[in-house]
């Protein structure tokens, strides 16, 4: 029986921070500053106080400025705007991230639309996703980005070939779909409620699982040959021992005798999501400063 190769996400996501330090370099010595990318983190959620150190991390180790904005999660949502119109007015910050979810008395669309959309490194802003969805410059929602660079990288064309996207969020779906259609794939986007969701992935030379439910994919779904990214993080109880471990929205194990290659999870796609994070910052920059964008980026 063959096995499917695994596609080493953390590899490519080293990879690609060392293109992003180049390009940092290259800036420094263009425009005398550093690119800025400012996170703002709204309460205390353990796992986003993690994420929020970690990219503050790799912004520093990419040669680039970094600016953390930590709130109670009993602020305001009108003081919230005032912070992020600060930070818009702010020549020293290229890239505005706020970290999601936000608390429920905060209206996350409204904060999301005030972010200037030449600094809306996130990819969220309607903006950005309308120019997306007619073909034109954006920036892109950093987890889709990385999964076209990672599928470009295995297959090369991705022209003509059949692409099942499993998930209709705005977050990482419907960018995918949007990116595959850029790339000339022919898109379907299913998700939960599909009637026979099985023979629709089956069909599939690319399936993109993000929806967010734990294995819900099966290794039979999968076409022979088929390529595999698997964006879902699920936490899941071991019975045995009580611990918990993450998987994905697809059944790896089954799948690995069915696939091409398939990401792995954790990664996979996770140590892509920051690097095209610090990517899209350094582009933003080069917009901002009337530069044009890095090649190879």
């Known amino acids: 029986m063959t096995i499917g190769k695994i596609i080493d996400g953390k ?16 800036f420094v010595e263009a425009t005398g500053r550093k690119p800025g990318l400012a996170v703002v983190l709204v309460g205390e959620d353990p796992a986003s106080s993690v994420y929020v150190r970690s990219k503050g991390k790799m912004t520093a180790a ?3 400025e970094s600016f953390e904005f930590k709130r109670p999660d009993s602020i305001g949502e009108e003081d919230l705007l005032d912070l992020i119109e600060e930070l818009n007015q702010d020549d020293r910050v290229d890239g505005i991230l706020v970290q999601l979810p936000l608390p429920r008395h905060i209206d996350e669309a409204a904060v999301i639309g005030a972010i200037d959309p030449a600094k809306d490194v996130d990819g969220f802003h309607v903006v950005n996703s309308g120019r997306l969805a007619t073909g034109q410059e954006a920036l892109v929602p950093c987890t889709p980005l990385g999964c076209i660079m990672l599928l470009k990288d295995e297959l090369g064309d991705l022209s003509g070939l059949e692409a099942v996207v499993v998930g209709r969020s705005n977050i990482v779906g419907k960018p995918m779909a949007q990116l595959l259609l850029a790339e000339s794939a022919t898109v379907t986007i299913a998700h939960s409620r599909t009637r026979d969701l099985a023979s629709v992935v089956h069909r599939a030379d690319i399936v993109v699982a993000a929806v ?9 779904w999968i076409k022979p040959g088929a390529t595999v990214i698997d964006v879902g993080i699920n936490r899941v109880s071991d019975t045995e021992d009580g611990k918990s471990r993450i998987v994905g929205d697809v059944a790896t194990a089954e799948a690995l005798a069915h696939v091409r290659a398939i990401t792995p999870v954790p990664g996979g796609v996770g140590p892509m999501t920051i690097a095209v994070l610090l990517r899209n910052t350094l582009v933003a920059a080069h917009a901002r400063a009337g530069l044009t964008k890095p090649a190879g980026l």
């Open 62 to 64: 990419a040669g680039m």
């Open 212 to 220: 967010g439910r734990a294995e819900m994919v099966k290794g039979e």
């Open 11 to 26: 590899a490519f996501a080293a990879t690609l921070r060392d293109k992003v330090a180049d390009g940092v370099g290259a």
